[in-house]
């Protein structure tokens, strides 16, 4: 059934932005900033429904090694752009292969996406599901919809628990106090 989600290229993986480190490598720990407490199950892994952007734009994420500047900024523009108060809870981190690979088949890509003062920043995207097979008829929206949900399942079954904000970094970003970017590095 996974069959259907393999559709679509990934080559754009192989690309890097200019001011980014290059190719996201299998390796590499990504991390996933959550805002919403409302995304985490009491047990500490994500709802379903936290991954939900994967199919719709994109989840953004920044690499372990980016720095705490990068980190402190991507939690400021967030909760700047916010119509309503918001602060972060929790970050998953993972593997880049975790996500990448389900049973030896591709599940997502997973991009070198620098952006402006976060040049470890590096984006999750799912395939577009269109057929059964890669030559084969088109699928219904229904089964579109059920092949979705049954990757989003899959991915949270490898993300595994969220740690909370205060125990990332030495409680870096689990400080409401840490309003500016000048905290000393």
């Known amino acids: ?10 080559g754009c993986e192989s690309c890097s932005e200019p001011a980014g480190p290059g190719q996201v490598e299998d390796a ?23 991954m939900n952007q994967v199919d719709f734009g994109g989840i953004s994420t920044l690499r ?5 500047t990068e980190f402190l900024l991507t939690v400021k523009e967030i909760t700047a752009n ?12 993972f ?6 690979y389900h049973d030896g088949l591709r599940l997502l890509g997973v991009y070198d996406t620098s952006l402006q003062g976060k040049p470890h920043h590096a984006d999750l995207i799912a395939p ?9 008829p088109p699928i219904s929206k229904g089964r579109r919809e059920t092949l ?38």
């Not at 407490?37 to 994500?46: A, I, M, N, S």
């Open 28 to 50: 590499e720990v990504l991390c996933f900033l959550l805002f919403d407490p409302q995304q985490v199950f009491d047990d500490g892994t994500l709802r379903p429904t936290a």
């Open 1 to 10: 059934m996974l069959d259907a989600l393999q559709q679509g290229g990934f």
């Open 82 to 93: 916010s119509e309503a108060e918001r602060r972060l809870y929790g970050i998953a981190q």
């Open 148 to 185: 979705r949900k049954k990757r989003l399942l899959r991915l949270n079954e490898k993300l595994g628990k969220v740690f909370l904000a205060s125990e990332f970094r030495d409680g870096l970003l689990g400080n409401p106090s840490h309003d500016s970017l000048d905290r000393p590095g």
């Open 64 to 68: 372990e090694a980016a720095d705490d």
């Open 95 to 100: 593997a880049a292969a975790s996500v990448r």
């Open 128 to 136: 577009v599901v269109a057929r059964d097979v890669e030559v084969g």
